[in-house]
C-alpha cells in the first residue's frame, strides 16, 4: 500500500506553508487516511555557505534576486524524482485538466516552488523541468500554486471522492463548462428554483443542463466552446 500511494513533493524555501490548506477537508481526510502522501524538501538545506543563502542578483543587472541553480539543483538531486519534475511559473503552459489527470495517475509529482524573480534558468534545462503556469497572472512564489496543482490531483485519486459521478458531470470532462446548481429553498427572497429541475423529469432535466452547459460555455469561454464545437464535428463526420 505505502508504496503505490500517490505522493507529492515539494521542493520549497516555506516547508511550513505545507500540507496549509490541503490538511483540510477532502484533500486532508485523504491525506490522513492515507490515500496520498506529502514530502517536504527546505530548499535552504542545500546551500553551502554558512549564511545559507539561496539567491543572489541577477547577471545583467535589473531589479530582484535569482534563486542559484547550485543550491535548486542539489535539492532536486536529493528530491530524487522518478517524474519529470514540474517548476511552476508564469512563463509555463497553462494548465488544465487534462493536464491535472496525467499527473494524479502517475505515480508521484515534484513540484519546484519559485520565490522572488524565480530560478536561474540553468537549472530548469539541465533537470528538463517541465514549465506549468496557473495563469496570466503573477503570485509572490509558487507555494500558493503547488497547493493549488496538488489539490487538483488530489481529488481524482481513486476512493478521494465517494460518489462516481460527482467528477463525471464537472466542468471541462466533457469540454463544456458545468451547468448551474441549484438547492432548498425552492424560493430564496422571491428567486424560484427553474421550475423544470423540480418536475422529477429526468431526460428533460439532463437536456436543459446540457443545453445550459452550453450556453454558458459559449458566453464565457469561445476558446473553449470551438474546440467542443469542431470536437462534435470530427464525431459527426
Ligand atoms: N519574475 C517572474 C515572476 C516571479 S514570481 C516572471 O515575471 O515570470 C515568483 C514565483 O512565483 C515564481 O518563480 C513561480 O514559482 C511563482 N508563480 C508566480 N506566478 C505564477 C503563476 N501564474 N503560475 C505558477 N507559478 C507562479
Redesign the pocket.
Known amino acids: 500500500m505505502t508504496s503505490s500511494r500517490w505522493t507529492a513533493k515539494v521542493l520549497t524555501l516555506f516547508p511550513e506553508m505545507f500540507p496549509g490548506p490541503l490538511g483540510f477537508s477532502l484533500a486532508g481526510r485523504a491525506l490522513d487516511q492515507g490515500l496520498w502522501a506529502l514530502e517536504t524538501t527546505d530548499i535552504r538545506e542545500f546551500a553551502s555557505d554558512k549564511h545559507a543563502t539561496v539567491d543572489d542578483a541577477p547577471f545583467g543587472g535589473g531589479p530582484g534576486m535569482v534563486m542559484r541553480a547550485d543550491v535548486v539543483g542539489n535539492a532536486l538531486d536529493a528530491a530524487g524524482s522518478k517524474t519529470r519534475p514540474i ?6 503552459r497553462p494548465l488544465d485538466q487534462d493536464r491535472v489527470r496525467a499527473l494524479a495517475a502517475d505515480p508521484e509529482i515534484t513540484i519546484l ?7 536561474d534558468e540553468r537549472v530548469l534545462d539541465a533537470h528538463g523541468l517541465e514549465q ?4 496570466d ?6 507555494e500558493p ?1 503547488a497547493i493549488t496543482l496538488i489539490d487538483a490531483c488530489v481529488r481524482l485519486l481513486p476512493g478521494v471522492i465517494g460518489k462516481e459521478e460527482s467528477l463525471t458531470d464537472e466542468s471541462f470532462e466533457e469540454g463544456l463548462l458545468e451547468y448551474p446548481h441549484y438547492t432548498r429553498p425552492v424560493d430564496w427572497q422571491g428567486h424560484k428554483v427553474p421550475d423544470l429541475l423540480l418536475s422529477g423529469h429526468h431526460e428533460k432535466i439532463k437536456n436543459w443542463r446540457r443545453e445550459a452547459a452550453e450556453r454558458i460555455t459559449q458566453e464565457r469561454r469561445p476558446d473553449l466552446w470551438n474546440r467542443y464545437q469542431e470536437r462534435h464535428m470530427a464525431i459527426k463526420d
Open positions: 517548476y511552476l511559473t508564469p512563463r509555463g516552488c519559485g520565490r522572488f524573480e524565480g530560478v506549468v503556469s496557473l495563469g497572472f503573477v503570485l509572490s512564489g509558487g500554486a
